[in-house]
Every structure is written in structure tokens, then in C-alpha cells.
């Protein structure tokens, strides 16, 4: 791939991976909310904030790891990408969910711009996934579950 459509490239993705573009960004969505707002259970919605944002760390996580060590081995899917039902988060909780997120969305970001990296060579250790597709899941995946903690967020009148 030529330099400079690598660059344009990886920008996007970055930008895909960071911004709001037509849309809240993850942080957005979760500024300003209270261990009350976090932690509450709407009616026919199965998870609460907190546990949404888990769910993101965990996926972030899994596939940031998969992409760097070949050894990874994923958690057992779908009880060890999920909190259990009941759980809820202190506030060290809750700033350590969103580190994290930000923390494996760097390490990832950085993944991206290394000039090394091959953006479109399937990983040896895949079965044809791509590190330009990890990063297309990473914020197709934060983007969908952004949308249900902004739905949460409305559905207990604690968004603008």
C-alpha cells in the first residue's frame, strides 16, 4: 500500500476509533453519570450502563490482545464477555472500566500507526481476520453499544 494512502487510511480509522463524527462518542455517553445512574436496571433491558461498558472493555480487550500476542486466548464466549446480571461498580470500578477502555483503545491506536504493521495481510495466528478489520469491529462494536447506553441514559432522563 502506497505511504500516503496508508496514512489517509489509518487516520480514518483512527478518527472512526476516537471521534463522534455523526454521532456520541463513547466518552459522551458516559460523562457525568452517577454509581445511581451506572448501576440502574431499566424494565426489559437486560444490562445497565456499567455493565455495557464492561461488555466493551472485555471485547476491546479480546480483540487488542488477539491482534498482538498470538498465544491469546479469548475468554469463553458469551458468559466471560459479560457481568453477571447483577453486578454493579463502585466508582473505582467505573473509572477502571473506562480507563481501560481508553488505555487498550491507545495501545490499539498505536498498533495502527506503527508503519510495520500490514494493515490488509490476514494475522498468521487468525482464520483470515485482518488488523484493518479489527479495527472496523472495534468501532462498528464501541458504536453499537454507545447507542444502547445513550438509549439507557434516555429511558432514565439522564441525558441531555
Given at each position: ?7 489517509k ?10 471521534e ?49 500476542d498470538?498465544d ?25 472500566t ?20 500490514d ?8 482464520t483470515?481476520?485482518?488488523i484493518?478489520r ?14 444502547e447506553?445513550i438509549?439507557?441514559r ?7
Amino acid at each position: 500500500m502506497e505511504k500516503h494512502t496508508r496514512e489517509k487510511l489509518v487516520a480514518e480509522l483512527v478518527s472512526l476509533l476516537s471521534e463522534g463524527s455523526a454521532h456520541a462518542t463513547f466518552e459522551d455517553a458516559c460523562a457525568g453519570l452517577t454509581a445511581q445512574v451506572w448501576n440502574q436496571h431499566v424494565p426489559d433491558v437486560p444490562y445497565t450502563i456499567w455493565q455495557l461498558a464492561e461488555h466493551i472493555r472485555i471485547a476491546q480487550w479480546d480483540i487488542v490482545e488477539f491482534c498482538l500476542d498470538p498465544d491469546h486466548k479469548s475468554p469463553k464466549w458469551p458468559d466471560a464477555y459479560w457481568p453477571k446480571k447483577d453486578a454493579t461498580a463502585d466508582a473505582k470500578a467505573w473509572q477502571a472500566t473506562l480507563a481501560h477502555i481508553g488505555q487498550d483503545r491507545q495501545r490499539f491506536t498505536e498498533l495502527l500507526q506503527n508503519p510495520a504493521t500490514d494493515l490488509l495481510t490476514p494475522l498468521p495466528h487468525g482464520t483470515g481476520q485482518t488488523i484493518l478489520r479489527e479495527a472496523f469491529l472495534i468501532g462498528d462494536h464501541t458504536a453499537y453499544h454507545t447507542g444502547e447506553i445513550i438509549m439507557v441514559r434516555r429511558l432514565l432522563h439522564a441525558w441531555k
